[in-house]
Every structure is written in structure tokens, then in C-alpha cells.
């Protein structure tokens, strides 16, 4: 039975598994999980829930089990209706039933007396002695309790008289909560053990409760997924009864009478259940070594699928060929590929598509080996895949390098791609864009992939002067054709050279096109082809675009032909380029004209020489080919120096646009590091970083001024918003500053129709300050890069760790968090709710009062230093006040995110 990738990540989910017992003796473990099954090393094949509803599974026939829930008082009890699969049995609360499409998950607080979740099975089937064993594991998430005072969570197996049962304490002042073993005589004379296991409050282990009737102990072990699967602690062991008549159940809550104590906050939740009762296996635990389902795969390889699965690396004919791991590998595989060259025409072409960050497909060469797939008709194609990570492997004279189509959350890294096969007739050598066979769903684009640390070199072909090809392409260049809104995707942190025409093209919005470095130069040695402009961006989809932190250099046309609307183009540097660093056109009206792009922070230097038109010259130039003049674009902060025939230059009757407070002393040098350098593959130099004293240093100016009467919030309007970006769904938004303030916050919403900006904490303004993004001095440098001071502080303080809330009373409640740390020191913490900064404090508690009763609220903490530097606010955590609650169904407990449960209340 195949086994699904385990990830840690998902392991604070309040997320309850359902158990059931199989009356056959070959089914000798049963977990049933809403996420995923697993494999135990020590009880076999676990049952997912699709064989548990099969009719002739294992002879067993239907599988179905009773539920009974125990809570005299439903607002401390929530049921989940996130979560789609149809589980056995049937769950009923209050006259309400649970069963479609599969009401499954659970969490309670402030238990009283026999608030429990009890799941029957019936009698055990096998009942003799030699069988009363029962195991119960899961992921366990310990209370918060701060006083005991016996409101335990409890986990219960076992008979009427003789149980076992895992049982979790509270602590008082610096004591932590620890686990024990419990049980009872057939007098009810308790025993405990006498070892305890600490743990620490509100962190997930592994939980084991063993209980074994004839050797007469209860054992309970705790082991620590973040260190390893190490134990923690010792076994805890306590005595207990053999008894014949075992009854088949588990308890979950507070399973025994222990007094009422609901004031005290033990909120529990339990992920990834199993129970084995028929050897007892102890500990029972998923199988770490190949909880991430790993396949070897060489270019020789000639095993099976199954056989190419190991924990411990296959290499040559022990390995699968690729092909056969296209036709098997499905969510939560890895797929390790060997050194060596795979030239038999496979490329990576999965059949089945992964279905969430925790269940990708994973391609990826094995421990930085050579791996080089060539000669294929593709190196990567993905046709309505998504959740496929390709990494670390070379394409060679290919076809085509690489098509996404209708692909969404793609990961392709550390992948180098190189030369257009000589068989080739495709102009473009990499795509992300729309499914060719679907002209208008949107669902049928292709978004939020990421591309990053590759190469991609020589797609160019055709004679001199022709200047084909394209390395990759964004969106579909086609007009008049589909819309494609192949929106919100990454390219980061890559090299592209040698496209023809053009090395990246963008035909999209809302992508990410950061910290890349272009090139393009005409007649390497040895070559006949001409190379052209670096990038370009155009067509009816185009425009709304961030271009940040890129080089374009040695371009044999411009560095960037810039014809849609809406772009940010900032600390960006175009050197060396044949024509203007950026060529700004309009060229088929309606359809690539250049409106309203903001172009500030850049470096332009030595751009325009080989360009025998004046007009094509320049730092920049604009140009009207299809009337439609651009207009609205601004210029501003950014430095023109040593660039053929001036600075800015505008053709065809193009009107000035709006230039601001840029360096234009063409001929004087700002003081740029070094300008030195030849060698286009050298992405270091020129090093256009401004020397500490540089004229330019400090005399940037604001980028926009707050049109909000004065105030102080989280929400105020600009007079332009375009300078900004909230991050698109895909990178974090901008950290920005204020005139005259060193605080820094950062943007989570920019409203472009509207010009309101929302940060994500609290600011104070009056109206016509001057907004910027973060910067060093009295005001921002000119160029691409901020000089920095010598040993000032420019580094975040890290996110506040695992912040808890409280409810105390019905209106009152406690916070606490883990600190953050700092390279200078950290100086606060901003406590937000619901989204409103409350409160500043130096300590890692506060108690917000004044609440309202039985209402829930949410919290995030944010560290500060005494630079101004604001961490990221802290994952949020919610808590409800007591009193009455309209709700027993919500989610997110740990998280404070609770719009995946239903409102309904029986």
C-alpha cells in the first residue's frame, strides 16, 4: 500500500482521525485520516478511508462505528465541516447530523466531568486474554492550563473496571505540564506511574498509550517530530488488570470523573489518530524513514516502480527510468534523479498533477549530481499540472524548454537550460501561459508559479539581422487571440542570455521580476546570429507588472521594450545596452501602449551606443508607432550618466512625462564604485552601488504625500499609489516610511482604484506627508541602491514565536508569546486585535480587557526594534471570551483562522 508524504507543517490542524475496528484478523492496524494515510513500520498497512467504506474489503463488509458524544454544555464542543471525505459511521450532536460531506473534526475546552468523544467498536472479536492489548497514537497537542487542578485530557482504552489511559497535567508557576500513565484496580484504587514525561504547553508531539490487559501495565511514550522522532523522556508505566472482556473503544476529552473545573483553559487537539488492537504494537509510529515516498530514477534504470522506492539511494538498473516515473509518481512523491546524461527522448512529463504545497510531486537530482536531460522534444511539460517542483537539472538542445499550460503553484529551480535544438521551429524556448486548447476560463491560465536560480541560454536562431527567438515568455503574445490572465507568477534570482529577439517576455499581470540579470549582445564568438533587445512586455493582458532589483546589461537593442500599462520598474540597472535602457512605445493602440508606469530608484549608465538613430539613444526614450502616445509615465529618482545623446529623449511628438528629481548630470559621475568590466557573463560589473559621500546620497525625494486628514491608524489614501505593491499573492508587500519618521511598516493592501494604502501597523500622519520606501539619512539616495552607513541597523527583529490566547473571564483576555531576537536588541512589541493595533509592551504577555462576552477574538504581535526595523507580524491566535456563543462550529484554534467552519448550530 502506497504511503502519502508526511509534513510536519500540517501537524497543528485541529484535526481529529476516525477509528473503527475490522472483524478480520489479516487487518491488523486501522487509521482512518482526513489528510492522509500512513504506513507503520512496526503494525503494517494502515487503512485509508476509501478501503474502510469498501463493501468486500478484506471480507470485513461494511465498516461502521458508533459515536457518542458526551458534552452536557455544546458551546465548549466544535465540529468541522472543512473537510469532504465520507467517514464510517455516523456522528448525530443534538439532533444534527454530521455526515455530509463528512463532519469529522473536533476541539473542546474548558472540559467538565465526562466531556468526552467516545468511539465504540463493539466487542473485541478475538477476546481471549492473549489479545486484551490496544494501541492508541496520534499527534497530541498539549494544554495551556496554568493551574491543574485535575482538568486532565485525557486519552482512554481499555474495559468497564481495568483501563489505560494517557493523561495530561497542568502546571503552576514555572512547573511544566507533563504526561503520565494511569489506571485503576478492579477496586477503582488508582495507580499512576511513577515516572512523569514534561513537555511544553502548546507544542505537538507523538503520543503513545499502550494498554496491555495481560501483562497488567499501561505504558505511555512521548517522542518529538521537531528533534528528530527522539523520545522524550522515559517510558511512563503504570500497573493495571489482565481482563478477558476488553471492550473496544477509545475516549478522548475528560474521560473520568475528576470534579468540574471548566474555568481552567485545556483546550486539546488531536491529528492523525491510529489504533492497532490486535498485536498491540508499541510505540506506534508512522513510518519515519519513508514518510516522504522516495523513487530513484537513472539513465539506465530498468526497475519497476515499487522496486525503485528506498529509503536509501538506488543507482543504474536498480533505478526506474523516467518514463516510468512520469507514468506513476501522484501527490507526495519524490522523485530522485541520477548523474548522468538521459538522451532517450524522456523528459519530465508527469501524468498526474500534485494538489497542495504539502503534496507536490517532486523532480530533483540527487545531492547536486550532473543530471542532463537532452535532445527531447521537451524538457519540461506540464499540461494542466499543478504542485510540480522540477530542481536541479540541465536541459541540453532542446525542442522546447519548457511549457506550463493551465499549471498553477509550479516550482522550477536551480535548473539550467541551454540551446535551441538545430529540429526546433518553435520561436519561443520557455512558456507559462494559457491552455492552447481552452480560449476563455480563467481557471484555464496558468498562475502563481515560481521560477528561480536557473539559467536560461541560446534560443536564437535564424540569419543575422533577423533577431529570432525568446528564452521565456509570460502570457500569450497573440493579438487578436484569448485573453490570458496567466497572472501573479516569480522569477527570481536567474540569468538569461542570448534570446534573439528577446530573452523574457511578459504578456501578463501581476508577476514578480526580481533580482535577475538580462543579457543580449550581438555575435558572441563564433556565432552568426544578432542579438536584441533583453526584455519586453506588450499585449492587451500586459501592464500592472513589478520589475525590481534586475540587471539588464550588454542588450544589443534596449534593455527593456516597455509597451503595456502600469508597471513598477525600480532599483533596477541598464548598462551597456545598444539603444535607451528602456525603450517606452506605444505600438498598436488599445493593445501595447506604455501609460502610467512609475520608473524611479533606477541606474541608466553607457546605454544607447550603438544606435545609429539620435532618437533610439539616450537613458530612456519614448516613441509613438501606432498612435497612442504614451502618457502619465514618471521618472523619478533614478541616475543617467555616461548615456549616448543625453538622458530622456522623446520621438514622434511623444509629450514630456512627469520627471522629478533625478541625477541628469550625464557627464559627471555620481560616484559609482567601479565602471570597469567587459565580459557580459561577468553579472558583478559594472558594480553601480554608490560610494559612501556620493553627491546623489540622500537627495531622493518622497514618492508620494498622504492625501488623509491626520490621524493615526492603519489606513490612509496617497495621492499615488502606483509606486507600490502589496505583494500580488506572492511576495511580501512594501516596507515603507514616512517623512521624518524612522518606524517602518509594511503594506498588505494597495486599493490602486482608490489610492489607499493599509499597512500592518499603526502609524500616526498629517496630511501631505511624504511617503517613500524604506531608506537610509535624512531622506532616500538617487539610484538603485541605498548606501548604507556603516553599522547601521537595517534588520528586522524576527517573528514573534508561538503566541497562545486566553480567555480568563467574560471579559478578559491573556496573551503570551515566545520573544523575538535582534542583531542591535528589541526594543517592543505591538499587539494587534482583529487587525487594530491595541497596545505597545515590553514584557511577552497582556491581558486586553473590556471585552465582550462570549465573542471570539484574534491577535498578532509584532516585534520593534530601536531602529524603527518591525518584524512580521506573529501567526494569529484566537480565543472566545466566556459567556454564550452563537457558534460550536470554527476552526483555525491555533491559528486564529476561523473561516473554514461552518456557522450552523444544532
Known amino acids: 500500500m502506497k504511503t502519502i508524504k508526511l509534513h510536519l507543517n500540517t501537524l497543528l490542524i485541529p484535526v481529529f482521525a476516525v477509528l473503527c475496528l475490522l ?163 478492579e477496586g477503582w484504587v488508582t495507580t499512576l506511574s511513577p515516572t512523569v514525561i514534561k513537555v511544553l504547553p502548546g507544542k505537538t508531539y507523538w503520543v503513545n498509550l499502550h494498554y496491555d490487559g495481560p501483562e497488567g501495565l499501561v505504558k505511555v511514550a ?146 547536486d549530481e550532473e543530471v542532463t536531460i537532452s535532445g527531447a522534444s521537451y524538457g519540461i511539460y506540464l499540461h494542466r499540472k499543478s504542485f510540480i517542483t522540477v530542481n536541479g537539472i540541465n536541459f541540453f538542445s532542446m525542442r522546447r524548454f519548457m511549457r506550463i499550460y493551465a499549471g498553477h503553484y509550479n516550482t522550477i529551480s536551480h535548473c539550467d537550460f541551454d540551446t535551441r535544438s538545430p529540429s526546433s521551429g518553435d520561436w519561443v524556448g520557455a512558456l507559462i501561459a494559457d491552455d492552447y486548447n481552452d480560449s476563455t476560463p480563467a481557471s484555464e491560465n496558468s498562475t502563481h508559479n515560481w521560477v528561480h536560480h536557473c539559467t536560461f541560454y541560446r534560443w536564437v536562431y535564424g540569419d543575422y539581422d533577423e533577431h529570432r527567438g525568446a528564452l521565456l515568455d509570460i502570457g500569450s503574445s497573440q493579438h487578436p487571440g484569448p485573453v490570458d490572465e496567466s497572472y501573479y507568477n516569480l522569477v527570481e534570482d536567474s540569468v538569461f542570455a542570448y534570446g534573439g529577439h528577446h530573452t523574457l517576455g511578459v504578456y501578463s499581470k501581476y508577476n514578480v521580476i526580481r533580482n535577475n540579470y538580462f543579457h543580449n549582445e550581438t555575435n558572441p564568438d563564433n556565432w552568426n546570429y544578432e542579438g536584441y533587445r533583453a526584455t519586453l512586455t506588450e499585449g492587451p493582458s500586459a501592464g500592472h507588472c513589478l520589475y525590481e532589483g534586475n540587471r539588464f546589461g ?72 501606432g498612435g497612442q502616445p ?20 522623446y520621438n514622434d511628438g511623444v509629450a514630456p512625462q512627469i520627471v522629478e528629481n533625478n541625477w541628469e ?84 493592501d494597495v486599493n490602486y482604484a482608490t489610492n489607499t494604502i493599509t499597512v500592518e501597523g499603526s502609524v500616526t500622519w498629517t496630511q501631505g506627508l511624504g511617503v ?51 542583531n542591535i536588541g528589541v526594543t517592543g512589541y505591538r499587539v494587534s486585535r482583529d487587525g487594530d493595533e491595541i497596545a505597545t509592551t515590553t514584557s511577552l504577555t497582556y491581558s486586553d480587557t473590556g471585552l465582550t462576552t462570549g465573542t471570539t477574538y484574534t491577535y498578532t504581535v509584532t516585534a520593534y526594534d530601536a531602529a524603527g526595523n518591525q518584524s512580521t507580524p506573529s501567526d494569529p491566535a484566537s480565543a472566545t471570551t466566556e459567556g454564550p456563543s452563537a457558534l460550536i462550529f470554527q476552526d483555525g484554534f491555533e491559528s486564529g483562522d476561523t473561516s473554514a467552519w461552518s456557522g450552523i448550530t444544532p
Open 23 to 185: 472483524s478480520s484478523p489479516a487487518i491488523r492496524a486501522v487509521e482512518v485520516d482526513i489528510y492522509q494515510s500512513m504506513e507503520s513500520a512496526s503494525s503494517g498497512d494502515l487503512l485509508t478511508s476509501d478501503s474502510m467504506n469498501s463493501s468486500s474489503y478484506g471480507g470485513c463488509g461494511d465498516v461502521t462505528a458508533t459515536w457518542e458524544f458526551r458534552f452536557e454544555d455544546l458551546n465548549h464542543m466544535w465540529v468541522s465541516d472543512q473537510h469532504t471525505r465520507q467517514l464510517p459511521g455516523q456522528v448525530i450532536v443534538d439532533g444534527v447530523d454530521y455526515n455530509s460531506p463528512g463532519y469529522r473534526s473536533w476541539r473542546f475546552r474548558n472540559k467538565e466531568e465526562n466531556h468526552y468523544v467516545r468511539v465504540n467498536f463493539g466487542t473485541n472479536p478475538w477476546g481471549a486474554p492473549d489479545h486484551d492489548r490496544m494501541t492508541v497514537a496520534g499527534y497530541f497537542t498539549t494544554l495551556q492550563t496554568d493551574t491543574f487542578s485535575n482538568t486532565h485530557d485525557n486519552i482512554e482504552v481499555g474495559g468497564t473496571q481495568s483501563f489505560g489511559v494517557l493523561q495530561t497535567v497542568g502546571h503552576t508557576g514555572d512547573d511544566p505540564p507533563y504526561i503520565r500513565a494511569h489506571s485503576c484496580t
Open 554 to 625: 550588454w542588450a544589443g537593442a534596449s534593455g527593456m521594450a516597455l509597451r503595456s500599462p502600469n508597471n513598477i520598474f525600480r532599483y533596477n540597472s541598464f548598462y551597456h545596452t545598444g539603444s535607451g535602457g528602456i525603450q517606452v512605445v506605444a505600438n498598436r493602440p488599445g493593445v501595447d501602449y506604455a501609460d502610467h508606469n512609475h520608473i524611479y530608484g533606477n541606474n541608466f549608465f553607457h546605454c544607447g551606443y550603438l544606435a545609429e538613430y539620435s532618437g533610439f539613444q539616450g537613458g530612456i526614450y519614448f516613441c509613438d508607432w
Open 665 to 748: 548630470d550625464n557627464d559627471i559621475d555620481p560616484g559609482f564604485v567601479d565602471l570597469s568590466g567587459d565580459d557580459p557573463d561577468d553579472p558583478t560589473l559594472p558594480d553601480l552601488h554608490l560610494n559612501p559621500g556620493s553627491p546623489a546620497e540622500d537627495q531622493g525625494t518622497w514618492l508620494t504625500t498622504i492625501t488623509s486628514a491626520g490621524a493615526s491608524g492603519t489606513v490612509f489614501a496617497v495621492e499615488d499609489a502606483g509606486y507600490f505593491v502589496d505583494g500580488w499573492e506572492i511576495v511580501r508587500g512594501d516596507l515603507i516610511q514616512l517623512d521624518g519618521q524612522s518606524a517602518r511598516v509594511r503594506i498588505i
Open 630 to 649: 504614451p502618457v502619465g509615465n514618471v521618472i523619478k529618482n533614478s541616475i543617467f550618466y555616461d548615456n549616448n545623446g543625453g538622458t530622456i529623449l
Open 772 to 822: 517613500s520606501l524604506a531608506y537610509h539619512g535624512s531622506a532616500p539616495d538617487q539610484g538603485a541602491h541605498e548606501i548604507t552607513p556603516s553599522g547601521s541597523d537595517t534588520e528586522l527583529p524576527s517573528t514573534p514565536q508561538d503566541l497562545s490566547a486566553t480567555a480568563v473571564s467574560e471579559s478578559q483576555i491573556d496573551t503570551s508569546w515566545v520573544g523575538s531576537t535582534d
Open 222 to 367: 512521548v517522542f518529538d517530530p521537531d528533534d528528530a522522532w527522539s523520545q522524550v523522556g522515559e517510558t511512563a508505566i503504570a500497573e493495571s488488570v489482565p481482563e478477558s472482556a476488553v471492550r473496544s473503544y477509545a475516549h478522548f476529552g475528560r474521560c473520568s470523573p475528576h470534579g468540574d473545573w471548566p474555568d481552567n483553559e485545556t483546550s486539546s487537539y488531536l491529528d492523525h489518530i491510529m489504533i492497532d488492537f490486535t498485536n498491540g504494537a508499541f510505540p506506534l509510529l508512522p513510518d519515519i524513514a519513508l514518510q516522504t515516498p522516495t523513487y530513484w530514477v537513472s539513465p539506465t534504470g530498468q526497475s519497476s516502480w515499487e522496486d525503485a522506492k528506498s529509503a536509501t539511494p538506488l543507482n543504474g538498473t536498480s533505478c526506474c527510468s523516467l518514463e516510468t516515473a512520469n507514468a506513476n509518481a501522484v501527490p507526495g512523491d519524490t522523485i530522485y534523479l541520477r548523474s548522468g546524461t538521459y538522451d532517450s527522448g524522456a523528459y519530465i512529463r508527469p501524468n498526474n498533477s500534485g494538489v497542495s504545497e504539502e503534496e507536490r510531486i517532486i523532480y530533483s537530482s540527487y545531492n
